[in-house]
T-cell receptor, first 110, second 114 residues
Framework: GIQVEQSPPDLILQEGANSTLRCNFSDSVNNLQWFHQNPWGQLINLFY???GTKQNGRLSATTVATERYSLLYISSSQTTDSGVYFC????????????FGQGTELSVKP | EAGVTQFPSHSVIEKGQTVTLRCDPISGHDNLYWYRRVMGKEIKFLLH????????ESGMPNNRFLAERTGGTYSTLKVQPAELEDSGVYFC????????????FGSGTRLTVV
């Protein structure tokens, strides 16, 4: 099956800093989504981005499908950005189920 | 439109007890999925319904877990009897068209087995 690898596994930032999270996947995909799991455990959908670039406020994401990777950019980080960021893909012939990476645990210090 | 709703949001039960989690998908979404994140590990697929039928239940860990989706609307996931290793966050998601336009997740149920 498809393998999804995220890097880095952990990241500590000072408030106001920028960061880039990476997601590599091993095969062509139908769908790619970025999620944020906040400290209360809720899973928040950030981007549905099987290809191209999208921006939402301080967050943006780029997926280069031909090279099988996606990047999530966080600018001017805030303490509320803390939590775990997951990348998930839905491959062709996967029957419509998402395969998640291991996540990047982000901690933003005031 | 209303999102995917899960309840309870948090459940604490003793080992050996039974717990039932509920998920209400977005109206009109035929596809409903259960996932879970246990012990701080990655989020893993449990099963997939298309309407009331189980399309894929390959991720169900063992026969202590039973999922149903009567009438193709809401779904329940029962754990009986619960074990300590079942603790984690259980997520439900729904989609149209097999995820071609993305998946919408609920806020999850945090299950703690003591």
């Amino acid at each position: 099956g498809i393998q999804v690898e995220q890097s880095p596994p952990d990241l500590i930032l000072q408030e106001g800093a920028n960061s880039t999270l990476r997601c590599n996947f091993s095969d062509s995909v139908n769908n790619l989504q970025w999620f944020h799991q906040n400290p209360w455990g809720q899973l928040i959908n950030l981007f549905y981005i099987p290809s191209g670039t999208k921006q939402n406020g301080r967050l943006s994401a780029t997926t280069v499908a031909t090279e099988r990777y996606s990047l999530l950019y966080i600018s001017s980080s805030q303490t509320t950005d803390s939590g775990v960021y997951f990348c998930a893909v839905d491959g062709y012939n996967q029957g419509g189920k998402l395969i998640f990476g291991q996540g990047t645990e982000l901690s933003v210090k005031p | 439109e209303a999102g995917v709703t899960q309840f309870p949001s948090h459940s604490v039960i003793e080992k050996g007890q039974t717990v039932t989690l509920r998920c209400d998908p977005i109206s009109g979404h035929d596809n409903l999925y259960w996932y879970r994140r246990v012990m701080g590990k990655e989020i893993k697929f449990l099963l997939h319904f298309v309407k009331e039928s189980k399309q894929d239940e390959s991720g169900m860990p063992n026969n202590r877990f039973l999922a149903e989706r009567t009438g193709g609307t809401y779904s329940t996931l029962k754990v009986q009897p619960a074990e300590l290793e079942d603790s984690g966050v259980y997520f439900c998601a729904s989609s149209q068209d097999w995820g071609r336009n993305g998946y919408t997740f609920g806020s999850g149920t945090r299950l703690t087995v003591v």
